[in-house]
């Protein structure tokens, strides 16, 4: 699989996602491109109970409600990374309603992210209640029933490709781990019981179990 998406592959993927539950979506949304990031921040007000992300051609994606399953796990796994967080000390995490602006223009929204605070610090109190202008050096999405893992494995060759140094994307469905590192190939970790974090996470072990059969609180 190509390290880079192209444009081509992106666009087809902001298709599928916003056409996923077209009887959900305003109809003024639906199909929508060419979108400014003006724009972009405009809708976001207006539409604050939608998930939206834009592409770097300016398509609008509205992201489907996560499932109540999905949801805790993902609960589950920010809680934990925030968790690590407190104790390294060297970043800040952050949740799945989160907007990144890419270097490439477009905006997207993963499920779980660290970023080194020298990031965060650099930012103006202005900057820190908009969108994160800066990719995350960590991010995690996970695969519920409503994506295809083309999407998603696209989406976290996008996030490399803008300056992330680490990416899993978790899929509930097959338990399977694919770990993203830029500049190496993809490795996949079938059924794992544990899936560490370092060098970028150092001491950051996620371990499974809890995650496939979701025995947490």
Same mark, same amino acid.
């Given at each position: 699989?190509?390290?880079?998406?192209?444009?081509?592959?992106?666009?087809?993927?902001?298709?599928?996602?916003?056409?996923?539950?077209?009887?959900?979506?305003?109809?003024?949304?639906?199909?929508?491109?060419?979108?400014?990031?003006?724009?972009?921040?405009? @809708?976001? &007000?207006?539409?604050?109970?939608?998930?939206?992300? *834009?592409?770097?051609?300016?398509? =609008?994606?509205? /992201?489907?409600?996560?499932?109540?399953?999905?949801?805790?796990?993902?609960?589950?796994?920010?809680?934990?990374?925030?968790?690590?967080?407190?104790?390294?000390?060297?970043?800040?995490?952050?949740?799945?309603?989160?907007?990144?602006?890419?270097?490439?223009?477009?905006?997207?929204?993963?499920?779980?992210?660290?970023?080194?605070?020298?990031?965060?610090?650099?930012?103006?109190?202005?900057?820190?209640?908009?969108?994160?202008?800066?990719?995350?050096?960590?991010?995690?999405?996970?695969?519920?029933?409503?994506?295809? @893992?083309? &999407?998603?494995?696209?989406?976290?060759?996008?996030? *490399?490709?803008?300056?992330?140094? =680490?990416?899993? /994307?978790?899929?509930?469905?097959?338990?399977?781990?694919?770990?993203?590192?830029?500049?190496?190939?993809?490795?996949?970790?079938?059924?794992?019981?544990?899936?560490?974090?370092?060098?970028?996470?150092?001491?950051?072990?996620?371990?499974?179990?809890?995650?496939?059969?979701?025995?947490?609180?």
């Amino acid at each position: 699989m190509s390290r880079i998406s192209t444009d081509a592959k992106v666009s087809e993927m902001s298709r599928n996602l916003t056409q996923l539950d077209d009887a959900h979506i305003p109809p003024d949304l639906i199909g929508l491109t060419q979108v400014t990031p003006e724009q972009f921040e405009r @809708l976001c &007000q207006e539409y604050r109970d939608l998930r939206l992300e *834009l592409t770097s051609t300016g398509e =609008l994606i509205v /992201l489907p409600p996560a499932g109540l399953e999905t949801s805790r796990r993902n609960a589950h796994l920010t809680c934990l990374l925030v968790t690590w967080a407190r104790t390294d000390g060297r970043g800040v995490c952050f949740g799945s309603s989160t907007g990144f602006a890419l270097p490439n223009n477009a905006v997207r929204l993963p499920n779980a992210s660290w970023a080194n605070r020298e990031k965060w610090d650099h930012l103006t109190k202005q900057q820190k209640e908009g969108f994160a202008p800066f990719c995350p050096d960590f991010v995690a999405e996970l695969r519920s029933p409503t994506y295809s @893992l083309m &999407q998603l494995c696209d989406k976290m060759l996008e996030y *490399l490709a803008n300056g992330a140094s =680490l990416g899993w /994307l978790i899929d509930l469905l097959e338990r399977q781990v694919y770990v993203h590192r830029p500049d190496q190939e993809m490795v996949i970790l079938e059924n794992p019981e544990v899936v560490h974090g370092d060098p970028v996470l150092p001491g950051f072990k996620l371990k499974m179990d809890e995650l496939w059969g979701g025995d947490f609180l």
